[in-house]
C-alpha cells in the first residue's frame, strides 16, 4: 500500500511490480463499485506477475481510506444491493473534472514507478467509465484501454463517455457482459459506432451468458470462464502497446 498525493488530498493505492528489480510498463487499475479490497489486489498481483506495475487507487479517497463502506456480505446477493446502494452517492462525486485531476497524480506515480513509458488503464464495471475518461483526457499518456463488464458508456447525457471518442488515442478492448442493463445491445451499438466514426481501434465483444462483474470472485456475479476470457484479452492487449 502507498498513498498518492492529489490536487484534493491523498489516495491509499495497491501498488504491485515484477521483484526482478528491472524497469516495466504501467499500468492503471480502476477499481469497480465496491473499491480497493483483497479481490482487487488479487487481481493486481496477477497482471504485474505478467511484467507490469500495476496501481490501484482508491478512487473514493475523499471519503476515506478504503474500505469507504463495511464490504461484510458482498458475497451474498442480498447483502451486494444494499452496499451498492450505500456507494452510489460516492460514485455520482466522481465528477469528470475529478477524475481527470486525479488520473494526473496517479499517472505520474506510475511514471515514476514504471519505465516512464505510454501506460495502459484497465477498468472494471465503473472503472471502464472513468478508463475512458482518463484516456480522452490524457490521450498522449494512455496507449491501451481496456474496459471489462463495463455500463454507461453510451446514455442520453451530454457528457455522455462515448461522446468524447474522438479524443481517444488509445487501442481499445470492451468485454461486455451479456446480461447487464447499463450496457444494452442499443448502448454497446452507440459505443462502437461512435468508435468506428471517430477512425478508432477498437475490439467489442460481448461474453455470452455473463454477469455483470464477472471478473470479480468475491460478488455472486463471479464466472470463472468469464473472467480468465478477460486475463487473456488483457494480456493480448497489453502485449500490443505497452510491453517492452
Known amino acids: 500500500m502507498i498513498d498518492v498525493k492529489t490536487a484534493e488530498g491523498v489516495a491509499d493505492s495497491y501498488l504491485a511490480r515484477p521483484d526482478d528489480g528491472r524497469p516495466h510498463p504501467g499500468v492503471l487499475f480502476l477499481v469497480d463499485a465496491f473499491g480497493l479490497r483483497p479481490q482487487i489486489e488479487a487481481m493486481v498481483d496477477r497482471i504485474a506477475a505478467a511484467g507490469y506495475v500495476v496501481l490501484a487507487p482508491n478512487v473514493f479517497y475523499r471519503v476515506g481510506r478504503a474500505p469507504v463502506v463495511p464490504l461484510d456480505g458482498l458475497d451474498a446477493p442480498e447483502r451486494r444491493g444494499e452496499i451498492f446502494g450505500r456507494l452510489m452517492p460516492l460514485i455520482r462525486e466522481l465528477t469528470t473534472e475529478r477524475i481527470v485531476a486525479d488520473a494526473a497524480a496517479y499517472l505520474g506515480k506510475l511514471q515514476d514507478e514504471a519505465d516512464g513509458g505510454d501506460v495502459a488503464v484497465t477498468g472494471y464495471c465503473m472503472g471502464g467509465r472513468l478508463g475512458w475518461r482518463i484516456a480522452a483526457a490524457y490521450p498522449d499518456r ?85 473472467a480468465e476470457r478477460a486475463y487473456t484479452e488483457l494480456s493480448a492487449l497489453l502485449s500490443r502497446t505497452v510491453a517492452a
Open 142 to 226: 494512455v496507449a491501451a484501454l481496456g474496459c471489462f463488464h463495463t455500463g454507461g458508456l453510451a446514455t442520453d447525457d451530454d457528457e455522455s463517455p462515448h461522446l468524447s471518442a474522438a479524443d481517444l488515442e488509445a487501442e481499445l478492448y470492451l468485454g461486455f457482459a451479456d446480461h447487464d442493463r447499463s450496457a444494452t445491445p442499443k448502448q454497446i451499438a452507440a459505443v462502437e459506432d461512435a468508435l468506428r466514426a471517430a477512425g478508432k481501434e477498437f475490439r467489442s465483444e460481448v461474453y455470452a451468458d455473463a454477469e455483470h462483474g464477472y471478473t470479480m470472485a468475491d460478488t455472486p456475479a463471479y464466472d470463472e470462464a468469464a
